[in-house]
């Protein structure tokens, strides 16, 4: 048995994930649910043995005494359960992206840390042992050095909605390497014209199948990133028809050499030593395996395991960190920043321009955008 009473807030399709993991981890015990509709819920009991039921969060909070609250609602319904957590003391793992507006994810994290909790966002990818692997190949100078970063979505949707659902995934994944943003440009079309405020759609108007990430814009976006260490990203979403997580990722492009590090959940790592290296005759790629997050006994992980292993090494630096001033893994910050890359690149659209960072108007800039053209 656990050591940890953890409740799961969301009984829909990415709350099966959580309640996979939690039922699994060796640290917790899967004490509680709580969903609005109530056929969830039944399923979910039924599923996992829970017996504490509730469309409350409040009474949730009030009654059981949590450690954890692992929040799998969507993006709208991420920061009023966040502020009720820390009222509680409990900790929080809350789903991405983090919030709808950099508002919600500041006030998120000021009330964690007033109620000394500790907060992290599902952006999986940070707990993987593939980036400490390539960090330590750069730091080594195996490649030479770190100075240009490529990243790419895995397609099957639209530019906005990809951005607010694996883009959020693929931003952090790049900041992950390459740290604090320094500015943001980025160029936003809709049938290769400009995207402009008529364009501004809400997520779910863009497509009913995709979950409420609030207002989006754009078929395809080209973002461009500078850090405030002197690295470049650029962040392609292309629309492409299909999705095909084979090609999402990053390239990590180096003076002497590339890593290519791939896949959404169960990372597949290459890497190529020469410098000018392009993906044409007479050049190597060297596949890199790292069993402690590949294997178990010999066997190769699907992915639910793997996402399991990740999810899992999450909520473990939030309940038992190294120390008592560590951040957890994929930190409120950290997912704070994914945020700000993607809202910084909408900011970027509406001016026409670069904008520095940190944003100086939390608020949404999508929002501000149609307020200012009378369009609310």
Not at 86 to 93: D, E, R
Not at 203 to 213: G, K, W, Y
Not at 248 to 267: H, P, Q
Not at 311 to 317: E, G, L, P, T
Request: glycine residues 8%; charged residues 25%; contains cysteine.
């Amino acid at each position: 048995m656990g050591k940890y009473r953890a409740a799961l807030l969301g009984c829909g399709g990415k709350g099966k994930d959580h309640a996979n993991t939690l039922v699994k981890d060796e640290l917790v015990n899967l004490v509680a649910l709580c969903d609005v509709r109530q056929e969830a819920l039944e399923t979910f009991q039924q599923a996992y043995s829970v017996s504490a039921c509730y469309t409350d969060y409040h009474k949730m909070f009030e009654r059981e005494k949590l450690d954890l609250v692992v929040i799998s609602t969507q993006a709208p319904h991420h920061h009023a359960p966040t502020l009720a957590a820390a009222v509680h003391g409990c900790h929080v793992f809350c789903e991405k992206p983090m919030a709808v507006t950099l508002q919600e994810a500041d006030e998120m994290i000021a009330a964690c840390d007033q109620a000394g909790v500790r907060l992290a966002i599902n952006h999986q990818k940070r707990a993987s042992a593939y980036n400490d692997y390539a960090k330590q190949l750069i730091a080594q100078g195996e490649i030479g050095e770190l100075i240009l970063i490529r990243a790419y979505e895995k397609g099957g949707r639209k530019a906005g909605n990809a951005m607010m659902e694996m883009g959020t995934h693929l931003f952090d994944w790049v900041h992950n390497f390459a740290g604090d943003v320094s500015w943001a440009s980025a160029h936003i079309n809709i049938d290769r014209r400009d995207a402009a405020v008529q364009d501004i759609k809400h997520s779910q108007e863009v497509n009913p199948r995709d979950r409420d990430a609030g207002l989006v814009i754009g078929e395809r976006a080209f973002c461009a990133f500078g850090f405030v260490n002197g690295l470049h990203a650029d962040c392609g979403f292309l629309a492409e028809s299909r999705a095909n997580d084979q090609a999402y990722g990053l390239d990590l492009i180096c003076t002497e050499g590339r890593i290519a590090l791939r896949r959404s959940v169960a990372t597949v790592m290459f890497i190529h030593r020469g410098e000018f290296m392009t993906p044409v005759e007479g050049h190597q790629w060297e596949r890199v395996s790292l069993p402690e997050e590949d294997q178990i006994t010999g066997q190769h992980l699907p992915t639910i395991d793997i996402n399991r292993v990740l999810q899992s090494r999450i909520i473990r630096s939030l309940l038992e960190p190294e120390s008592t001033d560590a951040e957890p893994i994929s930190s409120g910050r950290k997912g704070r920043a994914a945020l700000e890359m993607i809202h910084g690149s909408w900011e970027s659209q509406r001016r026409g321009g670069r904008v520095a960072f940190p944003l100086k108007d939390r608020t949404h800039p999508l929002q501000r955008w149609r307020d200012e053209a009378g369009l609310s």
